[in-house]
């Protein structure tokens, strides 16, 4: 599994990057909101710091201004993929985008039939929304099992992005699923690093080690 961070603020992106163990970032219209700056801009500084895809997402709902938007933001850096909402103009815009080589990651997946439909029309990546699905009661983890059956079944190559991840158990369950990635909150990031036992190993060892003379 790849690690993606989802997030659209700079710092958190700039010391998560520098953990190592991050290889893309996915945003959306709300995480850009929160923090109060212009699109493009913040888009270009996450593009000048993670050397790897990332997901800005279009905004319009009728294809022909999604593929307008789509090659506005994918001319903005190489590693730009554009997040198109997982609907019946939005599946006629990935298809143009795929033939006109723009990467898309479609949003907004509930459905193992959702998707499907991405994936044959031709999406690099599809986000099942696990977080999602929990809060009103479903199995969220259930549907990437059946979306990694389906896809490892007919080879199909769009990847999959366990998205609206909500605390670390998520991340080993995507893991366990076989999900191709996982996209997730920094709060997440660090609530995996952490461990009490590791805590308190390391402070065991530094009291111990005041005990060792200095000669
Ligand atoms: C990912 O692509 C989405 O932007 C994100 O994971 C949504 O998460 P949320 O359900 O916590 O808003």
Known sequence: IKLFLDTANVEEIRDAYSLGVISGVTTNPSLIALEGRDFVQVVREIASIVDGPISAEAVSLEAAPMIEEARQLSSIHPNIVVKIPMTAEGLKAVKE???????????????ANQALLAALAGASYVSPFVGRLDDIGYNGMQ?????????????????????????????????????????????????????????????????????????
């Open 97 to 111: 985008l795929s033939s006109q080589g723009i990467k898309t990651n479609v949003t907004l997946i509930f459905s």
């Open 143 to 215: 549907l990437i099992e059946e979306i990694m059956a389906i896809f490892n079944q007919y080879g199909l190559i769009a990847e999959v992005i366990a998205a609206s991840v909500r605390h670390p158990m998520h991340v080993i369950d995507a893991a366990k699923s076989g999900a191709d990635i996982a996209t997730i909150p920094y709060k997440v990031l660090y609530q995996m690093i952490k461990h009490p036992l590791t805590d308190s190993g390391i402070e065991r060892f530094l009291k111990d080690w005041e005990k060792v003379p200095v000669k």
